[in-house]
């Protein structure tokens, strides 16, 4: 390994350690305003949805809410049901794998 390949992966390190570590010593003598960890509550929630949205509706690169060309569509469906009423994590993650899986097999 060259010098040049360890100085990389010692960067790369750096970068990935230093967001998580400076807010924890920047933070950890201080309260958070009520509103600020209010606001950042939201955060997880929102980037998640977002990330769903743009999975479940984007086919080929398009929006697409035709569920016959987008396989996508009916098992997110399913999953939002089963999740909803059984509050389940693992009970929703083998419905939409298997409901993903059986839309592929039979388009």
């Given at each position: 390994m060259t010098s040049q390949q360890v100085q990389l992966i010692f960067?790369?390190?750096?970068?990935?350690?230093?967001?998580?570590?400076?807010?924890m010593l920047?933070?950890?003598?201080?309260?958070v305003?009520?509103?600020?960890?209010?606001?950042?509550?939201?955060?997880?929630?929102?980037?998640f949805a977002a990330l769903i949205f743009s999975d479940v509706f984007f086919w080929e690169s398009q929006f697409n809410v035709n569920p016959i060309v987008n396989i996508k569509l009916?098992?997110?469906?399913?999953v939002f049901i089963v999740a909803y009423k059984t509050k389940s994590?693992?009970?929703?993650m083998v419905l939409g794998i298997a409901a993903i899986a059986l839309m592929v097999y039979l388009v």
């Open positions: 960067g790369m390190a750096l970068v990935t350690y230093l967001p998580r570590v400076l807010p920047v933070l950890s003598n201080r309260s305003p009520e509103k600020i960890s209010k606001w950042m509550s939201f955060v997880p929630v929102s980037i009916l098992p997110s469906v399913l994590l693992l009970r929703s």
